[in-house]
């Protein structure tokens, strides 16, 4: 495996006669990001894994200094999976002085609504990756739901030549789906947290019996009190 820092070192390393797969991460991998890369090994030639924490999706108050960071475990981890290429660059090479350009996502409801400017970060990140290393291929997780929606509209709506793959998400033994950000939780935390996939699967149960799966979900939440619960398509 080979880690390059500039798009342009990145560039050269493509072949466009290949295939090529790409895995857009912010890091701290774990068992759903492997599944994504393995995936990608068995349906690509070229696997490009990118590795950077995008500061324009956090709001204010999130957690951007204190997201988990660990490119030394990474990078091993992405080269057992498999992978040709990790993409690491600076925040300057992806964000230059007079970065203006953007691409602003509408009627995002949900998630959109509860954190203001997230997608138009998401959306912009991808895009500028999607132009970078020009993937036939691009692999995401089914845990960020919202994303891949958003995402399958920009590849529409702007005509990108890829393929989305969204894999189904990946979960510990006992529910909670797997998350970089999981690494913030005590045990009594994470034990709280399960109430989230129970309330998941209260909705669905609900929706197919035909009665309301919004209501269920937060009958189902155990005190936990979320930002949202919408049923979207």
């Not at 709001?59 to 951007?64: I, S």
């Not at 699967?201 to 009665?211: F, I, V």
Request: charged content about 30%.
């Amino acid at each position: 495996m080979k880690t390059v820092r500039a798009i342009r070192e990145l560039r050269a390393e493509l072949d466009p006669s290949r295939r090529v797969g790409l895995v857009p991460t912010m890091g701290a991998f774990h068992a759903g990001h492997l599944s994504l890369f393995r995936a990608a090994r068995a349906e690509c030639d070229v696997v490009v894994v990118s590795l950077f924490v995008n500061p324009t999706q956090f709001g204010a108050g999130e957690d951007l200094d204190r997201y988990p960071r660990s490119e030394e475990g990474d990078a091993r981890l992405a080269e057992e999976a498999g992978v040709d290429v990790l993409f690491a660059p600076t925040v300057a090479e992806l964000y230059p002085d007079g970065f203006g350009t953007w691409v602003d996502v509408e009627e995002t409801g949900a998630e959109g609504a509860a954190r203001p400017e997230h997608f138009r970060g998401v959306a912009t990140i991808c895009l500028k990756l999607f132009n970078i290393v020009r993937p036939d291929l691009a692999y995401f997780g089914q845990k960020d739901a919202r994303q891949a929606a958003v995402l399958r509209r920009m590849i529409r709506d702007l005509d990108l030549e890829l393929e989305l793959r969204v894999l189904p998400t990946v979960r510990d033994a006992d529910g909670l789906a797997l998350s970089s950000r999981n690494a913030y939780l005590s045990q009594e935390e994470h034990d709280r947290a399960l109430a989230l996939p129970r309330a998941l699967e209260a909705g669905r149960s609900a929706h197919l019996r035909g009665s309301d799966p919004v209501e269920a979900a937060k009958a189902a939440l155990n005190g936990l009190e979320p930002d949202y619960v919408e049923l979207v398509d």
